[in-house]
């Protein structure tokens, strides 16, 4: 089992700026790929971004490329997202997930074993 919690949301202008973070607990995040989704309201979930195990490579959704930048500190668990020049579109409920661990850089959700509970971040225009 791995728990994972979002913190870091809140209300933001547009172009500014917000950072998540993903704390993880319990066993094996470390040789996990991990990351992020959001959700807008009468949307599907839609893939943010991903970071390999080890942190070497991340790949990200075109949408938010050049803005979002994920990250990960495996020796306190946690795998962050620095969102920068946000925009109204980001809008959405962020979830943080710890993928399968045969994955390298997953970009469904079919691919991540478990989810945080999700963390509000609203960008106001």
């Known amino acids: 089992q791995v728990q994972l919690v979002e913190s870091g949301g809140g209300l933001v202008q547009a172009g500014g700026s917000l950072r998540l973070s993903c704390a993880a607990s319990?066993?094996?995040?470390?040789?996990?790929?991990m990351g992020w989704f959001r959700q807008a309201p009468g949307k599907e979930r839609e893939f943010v971004a991903t970071i390999s195990w080890d942190g070497s490579n991340t790949y990200y959704a075109d949408s938010v490329k050049g803005r979002f930048t994920i990250s990960r500190d495996n020796a306190k668990d946690t795998v962050y997202l620095q969102m920068d020049s946000l925009k109204p579109e980001d809008t959405a409920v962020y979830y943080c997930?710890?993928?399968?661990?045969?994955?390298?850089?997953?970009?469904?959700?079919?691919?991540?074993?478990?989810w945080g509970q999700g963390t509000q971040v609203t960008v106001s225009s």
């Open positions: 997930a710890a993928a399968s661990q045969r994955y390298w850089l997953p970009t469904t959700h079919h691919s991540y074993d478990y």
């Open positions: 319990g066993r094996t995040f470390s040789n996990r790929a």
